[in-house]
Structures are given as C-alpha cells and as structure tokens.
C-alpha cells in the first residue's frame, strides 16, 4: 500500500507563477491536511478537510487555496508565489477529523520561490 | 507564547543514556496529546499518544501533567537510531478541532 503520496519531490518556482502541489491517499481517510514547515515554527496549519466536498482555513491560508473532489485527493495551490512561500509542505491524512487521530504524512515536497 | 512550547536542544547523549524531554502548552482546554518522530528530511511519523495515566512502549515512556499543562517522553538505553526530532502534538476543540505541533526537540545519541 502507498499509503500517501506527493508529487512533485522538489520544485524551484519562479515569483509570480502559480503552482499546484499534489497529493493522495489510498487509505480512504475522511480528512486531509496541508502543513507547511520552517525552521523553528513546526508544522503549520494551510488547509483541512474532514471529508470530501468540504475545506476548511488553518492558521496560514493566505495565498493557498485547496479543493477535495474525491476522497484520495487534495491538491494544494499557489496562484502567485512569493519568496515566503518557500517550504517543505507536508500533505496528512487521517481516518477521521476529531483530532484524537494519528495523521499519517506523505513524504513532503520541498518549495523554493526565487 | 507559543501555544505549544519544546527545548529545541540539540540533547547530545551516549548510547545507553536515558533522556527526557518536556513539552508545555498553554490551552488548559487542550484535550489529546501525541508525540511524532521526524528523522531528517523526512516526514514525521506517530510514536506514541499520551494518556492522564501515562503509557509506556518499550523503552519509550509518556507523561501528562494537566495541572502543570506539560507532557513529557522519557527514553531509556537510548540507540543511535534514537537520533531523531521528537514532536510534541497537542489538539484541542475550539469548536472545530486544532492541532498544534511543537517545533521539535534533536536528539542525537552517539556511540
């Protein structure tokens, strides 16, 4: 089992471009989750969704959007990019959204904005 | 403050060594509370949840302090392959669930 995917691994983006950021699960999880990490902040919050259809704003959506058509994706999106949107983002799902669930990651794409 | 606070060390121990860490948050709401492992460049991964009554798995052992609002995860006969970030992970419900992840303590063991 894949469990959860990213693609693609790695990415140089020049400012001003837009960007789509994939990622699926074969687990059948309900929510889904978009993280972004730097150094000395941790994991933060872009985007949820509990289940397919709906999303939801974490702690830092600004510049992010996401759409859940169906249960094994959840694509993230960069309409613009900046230089702060440099990152490794992590793509999470769990089987649930109650948050008393272990979040299950995919390998991570890493995001440089030049 | 952060709502989720870690030393982020790095912790230097010999093999063999016991070690501890410390997580504090400052939602007294809070309601679950996790550790996740992270090696490097890699994604973090659960290592263990932690209950009021504390658990143990193998060498790995979890507190939970609400009094004091902190959770620790002590480490006995630590291995090189202990040599990892440790995530303390706290959610809560604000009327929608919010989970927050510490920024992470290193931990490198050395032969």
């Known amino acids: 089992t894949a469990g959860i995917t990213q693609a693609p691994t790695s990415q140089i983006l020049a400012a001003g471009r837009s960007m789509t950021l994939r990622c699926t699960q074969d687990m059948r999880h309900n929510a889904m989750y978009w993280y972004r990490q730097d150094l000395g902040l941790g994991l933060r919050l872009i985007h949820y969704?509990?289940?397919?259809?709906?999303?939801g704003k974490g702690e830092v959506p600004d510049g992010y959007s996401v759409s859940r058509a169906n249960t094994d994706d959840f694509p993230l999106t960069l309409a613009s990019a900046v230089p702060s949107q440099t990152s490794v983002y992590f793509c999470a799902s769990s089987d649930g959204g109650g948050g008393d669930n272990e979040q299950f990651f995919g390998p991570g794409t890493r995001l440089t904005v030049l | 403050r952060k709502e989720v606070e870690q030393d982020p060390g790095p912790f230097n121990v010999p093999e063999g060594a016991t070690v501890a860490f410390n997580c504090t948050y400052s939602n007294s709401a809070s309601q679950s509370f996790f550790w996740y492992r992270q090696d490097c460049r890699k994604e973090p991964k659960l290592l263990m949840s932690v209950y009021s009554s504390g658990n143990e798995d193998g060498r790995f052992t979890a507190q939970l302090n609400r009094a004091s609002q902190y959770i620790s995860l002590l480490i006995r006969d630590s291995k090189l392959s202990d040599s990892a970030t440790y995530l303390c992970v706290v959610t809560l419900n604000t009327g929608g669930f919010k989970t927050i992840f510490g920024a992470g303590t290193r931990l490198f063991v050395k032969a």
């Open positions: 969704s509990n289940t397919a259809g709906t999303t």
